[in-house]
């Protein structure tokens, strides 16, 4: 398993960032009141996805316009497409992160 | 080099003695008489007839008419040497084949090769299931590229955009039926259209940035449609067909590095002393109301199109039957899976009908006379629009979707994509692979 460990307060809610560890780009996107990470690529066009823009817990993606629900990780109009999720767990200013290698 | 506008994703590029046509579409009426240009070529001074067959290349990007009607390539001499991407299945390259053309010539995605005369073209291909591609054309360091409405991957784009590109033809605009064929309330309609528009219009943003071009010209997507009935769908508040001039502030508003050029039918640009403008002024004008006048010039044709079409066949309703239980019954179990829709046809005309084809039969009957109460999927077509495709006359399945004649719905709305797949090229082996691939997203 692959782990990042980051602060709560470099994440502004509303913000979506990228972060880079050990060859891996994932996204790391702060709601009202949860924290979400995916790995950076859209399933349609592979585009970073922390180029898109978030509105609630939908993320947009700038390259084709694909919506994703944080909640699911899955595509509002097309749900055979999935995002890549990472496992986010919050304690108290620190946010773990942790994916399979 | 010198690039020639003929409208669409339609180039001409002289490259040295080397002249390249891309995706040409130089007849009006496509998809059963509803498609037109952005202006009517003829406005421009632009005919079939007289178009020089004297070119050296034909670039193919895909099968849609307005990038390769079968009338256009009839123009041209049978053994001229046509490009087009290497796709997963020979469809494209055997209709080619099937118009009589001898010299089609195959490339890989991304693969590079030398015309003559120092000009090299490289061709790339779609991320998507949908066969699409785009070319690059290179001499002595300048660059063209013509995107047609091919999505590429991001890092194809990058590739792309690092090389320096002079000039980029971009697809910015909408060009299927969703959302307008679909029977939305009025309100959510002018609501989905908006965001339509704007996420084209976002796209458009984010491909030029990435390519990175001098010049960036909008130039594949819209439909222009001329027939009265059917005007509302240039409505910029009911339509996602998209006037260039919006791409341009779009363009303009981002603040992109690139230089946004509006290019109508014969402009060229050259890669020495950039844009010659050669298009007749009146195509520079307020869209509307050239789109009334034109509407008005076409009426006679476009009802002279419509009294020709031929009636749907006498058998139609057991073509259907056998056209869908041969095509789903070829499905694997892991493709119906996907699809696992009820997809209805409510059938009018002189044949009307109702049938369901049900993806989750046991088969080998998939095909039910009547709507389903359940269907997942419902469209709503003319007889003879049908007719066509299910006894094979036509291979394309889009370019009756394509034709915006006829009415859709869907339960759930969300796009199944793997129904659309299925519509688009049911090859069962093709499909198959590619769904196998996605087994590991959950469905």
């Not at chain 1, 692959?2 to 996107?29: C, D």
Request: hydrophobic share 40%.
């Amino acid at each position: 398993m692959q782990n990042l460990q980051l602060s709560l307060s470099e994440l502004r809610a509303g913000s979506l960032l990228q972060f880079e560890h050990a060859g891996t780009k994932l996204v790391v996107l702060r709601s009202k009141d949860r924290v979400f990470a995916f790995h950076d690529r859209c399933p349609h066009a592979f585009w970073p996805l922390s180029q898109g823009t978030l509105r609630n817990t939908v993320l947009e993606c700038a390259g084709h316009g694909w919506e994703f629900d944080l909640e699911t990780g899955r595509c509002l109009s097309a749900p055979v497409y999935c995002l890549t999720p990472v496992a986010v767990t919050v304690d108290g200013d620190t946010v773990r992160l942790q994916w399979p290698d | 080099m010198l690039v020639t506008y003929y409208g669409q994703a339609c180039t001409l590029t002289r490259a040295g003695d080397i002249k390249i046509l891309t995706d040409p579409w130089l007849t009006e009426g496509a998809y059963h008489g509803t498609w037109f240009h952005t202006h009517v070529l003829a406005d421009a001074g632009v005919t079939l007839k007289t178009f020089p067959k004297d070119v050296d290349y034909l670039f193919l990007s895909h099968e849609h008419q307005d990038h390769m009607d079968a009338t256009t390539l009839k123009h041209f001499p049978a053994d001229l040497p046509i490009l087009i991407c290497r796709f997963p299945s020979p469809r494209f390259r055997n209709y080619l084949k099937g118009l009589g053309f001898t010299n089609v010539r195959e490339l890989a995605s991304g693969e590079r090769i030398h015309l003559g005369d120092g000009v090299y073209v490289t061709v790339f291909g779609t991320v998507e299931y949908t066969n699409d591609s785009a070319i690059l054309i290179e001499q002595d360091g300048a660059r063209v590229f013509n995107e047609t409405d091919c999505k590429l991957s991001y890092t194809d784009l990058q590739r792309i955009g690092q090389l320096g590109i002079d000039i980029g033809f971009y697809m910015f605009s909408g060009a299927n039926w969703y959302p307008i064929m679909y029977d939305y309330p009025a309100d959510t309609m002018l609501e989905m259209v908006r965001r339509r528009r704007k996420s084209l219009l976002d796209s458009l943003v984010q491909r030029v940035k990435l390519t990175n071009p001098r010049v960036a010209v909008p130039a594949a997507g819209p439909c222009t449609v001329l027939d009265r009935e059917m005007l509302w769908l240039n409505d910029e508040r009911r339509g996602i067909f998209i006037d260039p001039v919006l791409a341009i502030n779009a363009l303009r508003h981002a603040n992109v590095p690139s230089e946004p050029l509006y290019m109508a039918v014969t402009d060229v640009w050259d890669s020495q002393a950039g844009f010659q403008p050669h298009a007749p002024e009146s195509l520079r004008g307020p869209r509307q109301k050239y789109l009334q006048h034109a509407a008005s010039r076409m009426a006679p044709a476009i009802a002279a199109a419509r009294a020709a079409e031929p009636p749907a066949h006498l058998d139609l309703h057991a073509h259907l039957r056998q056209h869908f239980n041969t095509l789903v019954g070829a499905q694997s179990q892991l493709v119906r899976g996907y699809i696992n829709a009820k997809l209805a046809f409510a059938i009018t005309g002189a044949r009307p009908g109702e049938w369901t084809i049900d993806f989750s039969a046991p088969g080998p009957e998939f095909v039910r006379e009547g709507i389903l109460p359940d269907w997942t999927y419902k469209i709503e077509v003319e007889d003879k629009l049908i007719s066509p495709f299910v006894t094979g006359e036509e291979p394309f399945f889009e370019d009756l979707m394509l034709s915006f004649r006829f009415r859709c719905s869907r339960r759930p709305d969300q796009f199944n994509e793997p129904l659309y797949h299925f519509l688009y090229e049911p090859d069962p082996e093709r499909l198959h692979n590619w769904y196998a691939k996605s087994s590991a997203v959950a469905v």
